[in-house]
């Protein structure tokens, strides 16, 4: 089936880094996406991974992929409180459907 | 260019009332979609279509309609609200299923 499972809720002190991770199930999807949701408002795409690429690095943000275990995680270096939000995780299929997982919401410690 | 855009922003409306929820984008994006969301159910996606003419059933399809006769638009239709139907409503478009999905700014809708 289509499932793409993310663990609900993160806790992070202000300055640590921040591990989200994801599992999917569709070892022919060729996107993988990680989406911000900041409260009251639509979601925004914050970096994508082809299904080729073990790894992807934008400014704070890293993505690990692992296909072997149909394994995706979003580490967020030096965290701040501007990203406290719910990080959705996406996979997109070979008929185009795109489905997310639940979301986690990353909460940050002062 | 507005991108996404969704009306009403709120709506309420009575068991077995029927309507419909706007969507339209204005960057010539052949895919588009429409999600529900939820309190601890994440995004579900209701229907989506990849190109005018051409829709197709999502994960949550039962109790709503959709149709694509221009590239722009994307209404989706509840013909008969259930409470069940409570939540909010984003349409996303993008210019294949896969690349990057904007998203309008939401309908919540309240069945009572």
């Known amino acids: 089936g289509e499932d793409v499972e993310q663990s609900l809720f993160l806790s992070v002190r202000e300055g640590d880094s921040s591990v989200i991770n994801c599992t999917y199930t569709?070892?022919?999807?060729?996107?993988l996406y990680w989406y911000k949701q900041e409260p009251g408002a639509g979601l925004q795409l914050l970096t994508y991974?082809?299904?080729?690429?073990d790894m992807k690095q934008d400014q704070r943000l890293t993505v690990l992929l692992n296909k072997k275990d149909k394994h995706l995680s979003l580490r967020i270096a030096d965290t701040q409180t501007g990203d406290s939000a719910i990080y959705f995780c996406?996979?997109?299929?070979?008929?185009?459907?795109?489905?997310f997982g639940k979301g986690t919401r990353l909460h940050i410690l002062p | 260019n507005a991108g996404v855009t969704q009306t009403p922003k709120f709506q309420v409306l009575k068991t077995g009332q029927s309507m419909t929820l706007q969507c339209a984008q204005d960057?010539?994006?052949?895919?588009m979609s429409w999600y529900r969301q939820d309190p601890g159910m994440g995004l579900r996606l209701i229907h989506y279509?990849?190109?005018?003419?051409?829709?197709d059933q999502g994960e949550v399809p039962n109790g709503y309609n959709v149709s694509r006769s221009t590239t722009e638009d994307f209404p989706l239709r509840l013909l008969s609200a259930a409470p069940s139907q409570t939540s909010v409503y984003f349409c996303?478009?993008?210019?294949?299923?896969?690349?990057?999905?904007?998203f309008g700014p939401g309908t919540r809708l309240l069945v009572l």
């Open positions: 996303a478009s993008s210019r294949t299923g896969k690349e990057t999905q904007y």
């Open positions: 569709d070892s022919s999807s060729t996107y």
């Open positions: 991974i082809f299904s080729n690429m």
């Open positions: 996406a996979e997109s299929f070979r008929d185009d459907k795109i489905i």
């Open positions: 960057m010539n994006h052949e895919y």
């Open positions: 279509s990849v190109g005018a003419g051409i829709t």
